[in-house]
């Protein structure tokens, strides 16, 4: 099946600084999902992104569907930016969803 | 508009119980699923729905029984609990393009 790996796995920032997530997939796939987890464990829908960039407040996100990588950045980071943050594509059709494992994040006031 | 409601939040099963955990959605989502999430695994799809009377087995189905009989309401049952199934159970619904997820259940088999 496909894989989706993320990285890095964890990740520590102080409040105010930027970083960049990254999830490689190993198929071609037509669209893609970010999710965040919040510390309580509810799940947030982020973005649907095939392919592009799409920004939502201080988060955006690009795919390079052709080389099989998408990328989130965060900005100006804040403590409510902590909990994981998933991506996953589409299997065997559109209504499967893998996801990648994870980046736990933490932000440090 | 409550979204995706499942029940219980919190379920304690011995091995061998059997139980169903409900997922209720209101936004007229045809798209259903149930994932599970194990530490350091993700989540991982265990059944899905397209539609009212038509369902699919995801990537760990084993265990795992579902019906769609009507739009709204997608259950999960255990048909005999493993300790291997201890889990926080996800249910899903989706336009396609966007999902909204329930806020879990956290299921201990002993």
């Known amino acids: 099946g496909i894989q989706v790996e993320q990285s890095p796995p964890d990740l520590i920032l102080q409040e105010g600084a930027n970083s960049t997530l990254r999830c490689n997939f190993s198929?071609?796939?037509?669209?893609l999902q970010w999710f965040h987890q919040n510390p309580w464990g509810q799940l947030i829908n982020l973005f649907y992104?095939?392919?592009g960039t799409k920004q939502n407040g201080r988060l955006s996100a690009t795919t390079v569907a052709t080389e099989r990588y998408s990328l989130l950045y965060i900005s100006s980071s804040q403590t409510t930016d902590s909990g994981v943050y998933f991506c996953?594509?589409?299997?065997?059709?559109?209504?499967?969803?893998?996801f990648g494992k994870g980046n736990q994040v933490v932000v440090i006031p | 508009n409550a979204g995706v409601t499942q029940t219980p939040k919190f379920q304690v099963l011995k091995t061998g119980q059997s139980m169903t955990l409900q997922c209720a959605q209101d936004?007229?989502?045809?798209?259903m699923s149930w994932y599970r999430q194990d530490p350091g695994m993700g989540l991982r799809l265990i059944h899905y729905s397209v539609g009212a009377g038509i369902t699919d087995q995801g990537e760990v189905p084993n265990g795992y029984n579902v019906s769609r009989s009507t739009t709204e309401d997608f259950p999960l049952r255990l048909l005999s609990a493993a300790p291997s199934q201890t889990s926080v159970y996800f249910c899903?619904?989706?336009?396609?393009?966007?999902?909204?997820f329930g806020s879990g259940t956290r299921l201990t088999v002993v």
């Open positions: 198929d071609s796939v037509n669209n």
């Open positions: 992104i095939p392919s």
């Open positions: 936004m007229n989502h045809e798209y």
């Open positions: 899903a619904s989706s336009t396609g393009t966007s999902y909204t």
């Open positions: 996953a594509v589409p299997y065997y059709g559109n209504n499967r969803l893998a």
